[in-house]
């Protein structure tokens, strides 16, 4: 039975031999082929989704979670904090649930998704919404844990990342190499570090990122990689600090979970950038939801906003020919579309009503197969 990242690649990760997992057996989500996708925009090019929405509380955060609430318990710590766009707080909820522990989360009032709002409410944790931005909660948050006996889990906690690169270990083993390109949307930037840390490690490369492990117990990942990919990483234009070489004060976009104007992995992000050959583009909220309805309609894919970025990015750089054809692509697709019903509601064509009764319902199904 699979029982969770941990228990799969202990060996791989600084965690002991006999500490007890806190997991909800996450991981081991599908790598799904877009058949469709590639024909529609008349490319020949093989696309792959990592479907990170299918993780038990419906992002990838549950990763770097595993790792962090694990660690936090075995130091004894008896409460969690972090800031977030939504799904870290989602996810951080539910894991201080089940390892019995607090947790407090700071976010900005009114701009976090209802699914994730849900979440953190659902399994207890002290919601504070701040009348401010994620960077503002960010900072202040980092204040708290450095005051209070509480433990960050935001991805500054390097636990977090650990956890995250596992993603890069599950591509690897399910297409039995690296794909030419990983695309994945960038916000606070863990993500995209924790992605390179995986690729790296699976191809006995060093990399920048991984100074921040520094000081952690010492596992060894085996070599089972011959090149790494290149890294792409999107940011929404409204907040795009690393696309633009400076921070954003006000950052704005639809794609609320990558609503973020000062990343704290933004070094180590540029660095995974310069040292796989890659690079970070934007993409407006115009194309995001674009191709977050097409992904839905044309695969049968639903991912939150933020996740179409990394695939809406793709889509333009193949138009732009800056990936060539014959490429292949990875996308990890980082949250559920259920996680933001609003935002999906808002771009589809209104259910229609129709009285309880045969021939009415009868006459709009003919109406439709015309
Ligand atoms: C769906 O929850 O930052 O670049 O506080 O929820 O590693 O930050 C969420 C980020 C991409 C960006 N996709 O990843 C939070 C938070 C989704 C996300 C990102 C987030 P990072």
């Not at 920048?208 to 952690?216: D, E, F, V």
């Amino acid at each position: 039975m699979y029982t969770g990242l941990i228990d799969k690649y202990r060996d791989r990760l600084p965690v002991a031999a006999d500490t007890r997992a806190v997991s909800l057996n996450e991981g081991a989500t599908p790598l799904i082929e877009l058949k469709n996708l590639p024909a529609l925009v008349r490319k020949k090019v093989s696309i792959h989704a990592k479907f990170e929405g299918a993780n038990p509380t419906g992002s990838f955060k549950d990763r770097g979670m595993t790792m962090a609430v694990t660690q936090a318990v075995e130091e004894g710590a008896r409460a969690i904090i972090c800031a977030s766009t939504g799904n870290t707080s989602a996810s951080a909820a539910a894991y201080a649930a089940r390892a019995g522990i607090a947790c407090f989360v700071l976010i900005p009032e009114g701009r976090i998704a209802l699914g994730k709002l849900s979440q953190a409410m659902m399994h207890g944790s002290v919601v504070i919404q701040i009348r401010g931005n994620f960077d503002e909660g960010m900072r202040l948050t980092q204040e708290l844990a450095a005051a209070l006996p509480v433990k960050i889990v935001n991805s500054i906690n390097p636990y977090r990342i650990q956890g995250q690169k596992t993603v890069a270990f599950e591509v690897i083993e399910a297409l039995g190499d690296a794909p030419d390109y990983h695309a994945l949307p960038v916000g606070n930037a863990g993500n995209i570090t924790a992605h390179w840390i995986g690729y790296s490690e699976a191809a006995g490369e060093s990399t920048q990122a991984l100074r921040a492990s520094a000081g952690m117990r010492k596992y060894r990942t085996p070599k089972t990689l011959e090149r790494r990919p290149i890294m792409l990483g999107y940011q929404a234009s409204g907040a795009a600090p690393i696309v633009r070489g400076r921070p954003v004060e006000n950052p704005e976009t639809v794609a609320t979970a990558i609503r973020i104007g000062n990343p704290v992995s933004w070094q180590q992000a540029v660095a995974a950038g310069r040292e796989s050959g890659g690079w970070f583009a934007e993409c407006t909220d115009d194309e995001i939801l674009h191709v977050q309805k097409m992904l839905a309609q044309a695969e049968g894919v639903f991912c939150e906003p933020a996740s179409a970025i990394a695939l809406a990015g793709v889509l333009k750089d193949l138009e732009l020919g800056k990936i060539g054809e014959g490429s292949s692509i990875v996308c990890t697709l980082t949250g559920h579309g259920l996680k933001d019903p609003d935002t999906a509601i808002a771009q589809s064509a209104k259910p229609m009503t129709a009285d309880a009764e045969l021939k009415a319902i009868e006459r709009v199904i003919r109406e439709r197969l015309k």
